[in-house]
C-alpha cells in the first residue's frame, strides 16, 4: 500500500526558512524519480521540484529555482525539500508523489501546511 507522509510545515516570515519531510512507502522507492507539489488556497496542484532515482537529476519550477533544494535519502525512503528566502506567495499545502513518467500517482498524503507571513 502506498503511502506518503509529509511534515515539517508551519508560519513563518517573509525571508523565512523551513525544511520539509516526505516518508514514503513505496515499493522499490529507490527506484523512483520523486517530486514535490504544491496547492494554494484557490488555485490547482501544482509542479515544484523533481529529483531522479539515483540522486544525480534535479529539477525545478521557474519559481522556486534558486530558493528550493530537493533531496532524497534512498536509505530512509525519504524525500526532502529545503525552502529558503520564503516569499507570501509560497503559502500552500506541499506534498511528495512519485514521478514516473512525469506524473504523480492517484495516492496523495495529508501534505504539509507552508504559511508565509508577516
Not at 16 to 25: N, Y
Not at 79 to 95: C, G, H, R
Request: hydrophobic share 30%; glycine share 8%.
Amino acid at each position: 500500500q502506498v503511502q506518503f507522509v509529509e511534515s515539517g510545515g508551519g508560519l513563518v516570515q517573509p525571508g523565512g526558512s523551513l525544511r520539509l519531510t516526505c516518508a514514503a512507502s513505496v515499493r522499490m522507492f529507490r527506484t523512483y524519480p520523486m517530486a514535490w507539489y504544491r496547492q494554494a488556497p484557490g488555485k490547482e496542484r501544482e509542479y515544484v521540484a523533481h529529483i531522479s532515482s539515483d540522486n544525480y537529476s534535479l529539477n525545478y519550477a521557474d519559481s522556486v529555482k534558486g530558493r528550493f533544494t530537493i533531496s532524497r535519502d534512498n536509505a530512509k525512503n525519504t524525500v526532502y525539500l529545503q525552502i529558503n528566502s520564503l516569499k507570501p506567495e509560497d503559502t500552500a499545502v506541499y506534498y511528495c508523489n512519485t514521478f514516473l513518467s512525469g506524473r504523480p500517482r492517484d495516492t496523495w498524503g495529508q501534505g504539509t501546511q507552508v504559511t508565509v507571513s508577516s
